[in-house]
């Protein structure tokens, strides 16, 4: 997978892509309106986009996400943090499952879009849709959790990895 089409935004694009991550991540800083926006291709159906010519966000058909090079939005969202064990489970891309869970930081509803971290040095490897809220998460101890959307290795994560 490679990128394509890279190209600049107008303002009246521009402006509609920064509402739709304002909408979808209330917590962005609004000072992204004065910077020039980048879409390049990453598939017919996902979209990178580049603030200041940096990965910041995919664009698929269902979502808007956050890169895991955004440590800047990551940092700001909630986070589940997991064990070694289920680091080389989700990515290779299997979902979250309650066992693996260490700790939550922040509060989230049911179908949330949130970070795992790995509990050594707290990267963050992967962005997950949520099947239950933050406190039913904490007292959940079998089975699925969440929906893996995006993780480190995965073949998007390589198409932009490079760019930052």
Known sequence: MSLTHRHFLRDKEARAI????????????SRLEETKIEVASLTPETQLILIEGKPAFLKTAKDLLPTLTNTNILDRMPTITVDAGAIPHICNGSDLMAPGITRISGDFPKEAIVTVAEQTYGKKIALVRTLIDSQTMTTTRRGKVATNLHYVGDKTWDAYKHLT
Request: aromatic share 0%; net charge negative.
């Open 18 to 29: 920064l509402e739709e991550i304002q909408r979808t991540l209330p917590s962005i800083d």
